[in-house]
């Protein structure tokens, strides 16, 4: 890539966004670093200016590489733009060898046995084939209880991909529909929670397409593959996040995930709540419980306390919640203040209310005073006990994610001749289609849409390269016979060897 002088700005977006940091700003200057760059073009996409000049001549030293439409032009001892070819002596090496299943078992975990459960071998390191038409990069048989299978295996770039993030916690992270940003950039949003976690949807086709598509891409790819992530809710909060630890929430780190709604609070520990307090109150942003009027109240004879609730009443004891950084992830930020008013006619005088949070990890508790009013006492032994117990039956907050993506695509005709009757083989469960050697689950309806647990994949195994997409390891596993009758490329096939060698065919 050659820079022009005149047009530069030194903003810096290039050096941002370059896949392999091959450009430096150097007094206010765009620089090149000629033995880094791959000539992928990332930095005249992203340069405002149009600085950035394309039309150069392929340097002797570099080797074209063609696993996706980039074909990056690798320079000698250096790495491609999405780091899994390394130009080593004039010759295109990938970086990770070729995994067997055995490789990356410990990471899957157990599977069933049946004959087509698990792929020969993985994609890990096997390299893409570009253009598609093409068989993929091996297709590999074994024999298993006398049943002759295949496996055909590729890392195949996606544009149809994404990654739904699950973080366990209370606390109001942002509005529902709310951007998701990295640095000032959008890469998502907030998606509806799921019970006791906030849901983020991060990447997508027209993301990915989009303005933002390479730090899209990358993020995905990050999330994936177990590092660290920095991301700001536009209107909310700063969050860190990596799969596998608990999230970190604008500076504090979250420990647990509820046991259940506020509702569902009460129906778990009603017995050892009565025993805690006159009335029980349990905050949460989406269903608020009171014990004396819910359900559950009335199964161990709980009195009437005559104490009325802020939130809008949904079921009897039950109460919509709201969001905020307050108690419970609502906006009481004085536990007292959940409550309107309390009618002295049912009250009485001394009547105790315990209010906690559906993690027990906020607790007060209050007495009736004989205006009505109520005067903070100190937590006795059943109420406490009442929160501990609440907090024990919590699980520790984590970070977790789902890939996702659609291969229905070109990819297919790298497994068959006839792409559409490997789209129904899958469907029928003929083939099983793993990623890494991880079992995923297969979307009905038309084409291949999957998702994996990110977790039981090897850490390092998902890519990104700048068209954009995400580049995701895809086995597709079935019986030898299976595989000759829709149409594969059985010319291809090889047998399985324990010595599978370094993908280092490309010159």
Known sequence: MQINLEK????????????????????????????????????????????????????????????????????????????????INGTLVRTTP????????????????????????????????????????????????DVDVVTVVTEVPLSYSSILVKIDTD?????????????????????????GSK??????????????????????????????????????????????????????PVEKMRVGCGSATLGIFAPLLKKAADEVIVLDSHVTGQLSRHVAGDYVDMKPTG?????????????????GSGWGGTSIMTPCDIIASIDMNVAWPGMTILITETTGQKGAL??????????????????????????????????????????GGSARAGVTRYPIKLTRAVHEKKVNLTVGGAPSFVMPGGGISFMVDVERVKKGSFYWTPTPATICPLEYTMTVADYKAMGGHVEAMKPFTAQLPVNSDKK
């Open 171 to 195: 606390l109001f992270i942002g509005k529902e529909g709310a951007d998701v940003l990295v640095g000032k950039r959008v890469v998502g949003m907030v998606e509806t929670e799921q019970y």
């Open 199 to 252: 849901m983020l949807h991060i990447g997508g086709v027209n993301r990915l397409t989009g303005e933002n598509g390479f730090v899209v891409a990358r993020t995905i790819t990050d999330i994936a593959n177990g590092k660290p992530v920095k991301i700001k809710i536009d209107g909310g909060s700063r969050l860190n996040i990596q799969v596998g630890i608990p999230p970190t929430i604008d500076g504090l």
């Open 366 to 407: 209050f007495q009736v005073n004989q205006e009505g009013e109520l005067d903070s006492i100190e937590m006795d032994l059943h109420a406490q006990s009442a929160i501990d117990a609440i907090a024990a039956s919590c699980e520790s907050s984590l970070v977790s994610a789902m890939y996702t993506a659609g291969s």
């Open 98 to 145: 070729s995994h067997s299943f055995d490789d990356v078992r410990h990471i899957v975990g157990p599977e069933p046995h049946e004959s087509i459960r698990t792929p020969v071998i993985t994609a890990l390191g096997a390299g893409t084939t570009y253009p598609c038409c093409k068989p993929a990069p091996r297709i590999v048989t074994d024999t298993r209880e």
């Open 307 to 323: 104490v009325s609730l802020t939130f809008k009443q949904s079921t009897p004891g039950r109460y919509f919640g709201d969001h």
């Open 8 to 87: 530069c700005t030194g903003c810096g977006f290039c050096m941002r966004d370059c896949p392999v940091e091959a450009i430096k700003i150097v007094q206010k200057k765009a620089v090149v670093v000629a033995d880094k760059c791959t000539h992928c073009g990332v930095c005249a996409r992203v340069c405002p200016e149009g600085a950035v000049d394309t039309d150069t001549i392929q340097p002797h030293d570099t080797v074209e590489c063609d696993a996706c439409p980039i074909k990056c032009w690798v320079p000698l001892n250096a790495m491609g733009a999405c780091h899994r070819y390394e130009n």
